[in-house]
T-cell receptor
Framework: DTEVTQTPKHLVMGMTNKKSLKCEQHMGHRAMYWYKQKAKKPPELMFVYSYEKLSINESVPSRFSPECPNSSLLNLHLHALQPEDSALYLC?????????????FGEGSRLTVL | RKEVEQDPGPFNVPEGATVAFNCTYSNSASQSFFWYRQDCRKEPKLLMSVYSSGNEDGRFTAQLNRASQYISLLIRDSKLSDSATYLCVVRFGDTNAGKSTFGDGTTLTVKP
C-alpha cells in the first residue's frame, strides 16, 4: 500500500467547475510534488513544495493553483480547466529537495474535463 | 536532445529470457539515479536505486557509468509479472533541487 494518499481517485468536471485534488503523507517528508501524466507519456513535473513553500513552478497555467496547508498536506485547486488538462495527476513526496533519494508516489487522481 | 533518453522499445520477450534496458542522461551534474516500474493505469513505483558500484536485487541488476553518463537495468529469467513500463529517473542536486527528470519509458511484455 502506498504511503501517499490521494483523493479523489477519479474526478469528472466541466470547464466551468472548481474542484480540488488532495494529497496526504505521514512519512515526515518535507518535499511534496505534483506531476501530470498523459497516456503513454512519462510524468511531467508541475510544482515542488519544500518545507511548505513553493520552490518550483514549471510554468504551469494559473488555472492550476497549488496549496500546502501543512507539512503533510498538498492540494491542487482546479478552475476553468480545458479538455486537454484531462490526465492522471500524481502527488509525490521525498525527504527533502536536497536529499536526492527516491520519490514516493500516490496512486494518482484521474481527471476528465468535459 | 532530451535530458534523459531510454531505449524506445517495446520489448517483447518469452518467459525466462534476459532483457537489458539502457538509459543515457545529458546533465553531468545529475546526482541520483533510479529505475521505476509503472503498471498500466497505476503510479510509478521504485524498482531500484542505481549506484556507481552497481547493485543487484534478485533477478534485477542496475549499473551506472558516470563517465559515459549511462545507466542500465538487466532482468534475468523474465516472468510474466515483469510486464510493465520501466522508467529511468535522474535527480538533480543543488542547482535544480527537487527536480527529477523521467525518461519516456520502455515497455516490456513477457509472453508465455
Amino acid at each position: 500500500d502506498t504511503e501517499v494518499t490521494q483523493t479523489p481517485k477519479h474526478l469528472v468536471m466541466g470547464m466551468t467547475n472548481k474542484k480540488s485534488l488532495k494529497c496526504e503523507q505521514h512519512m515526515g517528508h518535507r518535499a511534496m510534488y505534483w506531476y501530470k501524466q498523459k497516456a503513454k507519456k512519462p510524468p511531467e513535473l508541475m510544482f515542488v513544495y519544500s518545507y511548505e513553500k513553493l520552490s518550483i513552478n514549471e510554468s504551469v497555467p494559473s488555472r492550476f493553483s497549488p496549496e500546502c496547508p501543512n507539512s503533510s498536506l498538498l492540494n491542487l485547486h482546479l478552475h476553468a480547466l480545458q479538455p486537454e488538462d484531462s490526465a492522471l495527476y500524481l502527488c509525490a513526496s521525498s525527504q527533502s529537495v536536497l536529499n536526492t533519494g527516491e520519490l514516493f508516489f500516490g496512486e494518482g487522481s484521474r481527471l476528465t474535463v468535459l | 536532445r532530451k535530458e534523459v533518453e531510454q531505449d524506445p522499445g517495446p520489448f517483447n520477450v518469452p518467459e525466462g529470457a534476459t532483457v537489458a534496458f539502457n538509459c543515457t542522461y545529458s546533465n553531468s551534474a545529475s546526482q541520483s539515479f533510479f529505475w521505476y516500474r509503472q503498471d498500466c493505469r497505476k503510479e510509478p513505483k521504485l524498482l531500484m536505486s542505481v549506484y556507481s558500484s552497481g547493485n543487484e536485487d534478485g533477478r534485477f541488476t542496475a549499473q551506472l557509468n558516470r563517465a559515459s553518463q549511462y545507466i542500465s537495468l538487466l532482468i534475468r529469467d523474465s516472468k510474466l509479472s515483469d510486464s510493465a513500463t520501466y522508467l529511468c529517473v535522474v535527480r538533480f542536486g543543488d542547482t535544480n533541487a527537487g527536480k527529477s527528470t523521467f525518461g519516456d519509458g520502455t515497455t516490456l511484455t513477457v509472453k508465455p
